[in-house]
């Protein structure tokens, strides 16, 4: 299948049987870099030294899919590398597989729910920037992501966010364009450039680097580029006039 503009492809040869575009276990028992990942829910990744116009973007990489065997671990083990060596971003990883987020709402959630989004609203709300890493399911992206947006409003608020997405055919694609709708409702700005890997499995080798990361990096960088300036802007708008969402 052909690059698509502004991200990523790689060979769709090697498509998922079903109708999700996570990969099966079995693609990723081989890939030692799955294993690379903080242990706990949202880790900080530090880049380095402050960027030219001061201290670093505090950027939050959401990794959204919580399947047993899932692929994302290794893509998000790739794109970390790809951002860590920004020095105008600081990482924080939140990994939904490890957070338990109830899909009822609730105005008064209880302690166990308390406990839950301690893990991860500090997080969003100290972000200057946001990556859904994503896989497609069923043309749609997964129930963990839709339920960590929905308990959050403020914490999105004037941010960019940009998409890592994966998968079969469409490379997650269609996950990434109904999650614009979404965060156009938080009062988010989404990038236009984004990241997609086609054929996921064949596009990453048995340690879980991309066999040819010229497309990727290049996709990275330039998706990475368009939240700094988003990001930076932002901010500092919001530090001349607070955002009334």
């Known amino acids: 299948m052909p690059p698509t503009t502004g991200s990523a492809s790689a060979s769709a040869a090697a498509l998922p049987s079903s109708s999700s575009d996570d990969l099966p276990s079995s693609s990723v028992a081989t890939l030692p870099s799955a294993a690379a990942l903080p242990s706990s829910s949202a880790e900080s990744v530090p880049n380095g030294a402050p960027g030219a116009a001061g201290a670093p973007l505090r950027l939050a990489v959401i990794l959204g899919s919580n399947r047993e065997g899932r692929f994302g671990p290794v893509v998000a083990d790739w794109f970390l590398s790809r951002a860590a060596e920004r020095p105008d971003f600081t990482t924080e990883l939140i990994d939904l597989a490890r957070v338990e987020l109830p899909t009822a709402l609730s105005a008064r959630p209880g302690p166990a729910v308390r406990a839950e989004l301690a893990k991860v609203t500090a997080p969003l709300a100290a972000a200057d920037a946001f990556v859904v890493l994503t896989p497609e399911y069923n043309h749609s992206f997964p129930a963990t992501v839709k339920s960590l947006i929905d308990w959050h409003y403020a914490e999105w608020h004037a941010k960019p966010v940009g998409f890592v997405s994966y998968g079969g055919v469409s490379g997650g694609l269609r996950a990434v364009e109904q999650l ?27 340690t879980g680097r991309p066999k040819d990361p010229t497309g990727s990096d290049a996709a990275a960088t330039a998706m990475l580029d368009r939240l700094a300036w988003w990001a930076l802007a932002l901010r500092e708008a919001k530090s001349v006039r607070p955002y009334g969402g």
């Open 180 to 206: 614009r709708q979404v965060f156009a409702e938080l009062h988010a700005v989404t990038v236009r450039d984004t990241v997609s890997f086609h054929g996921a499995g064949a596009h990453f080798d048995d």
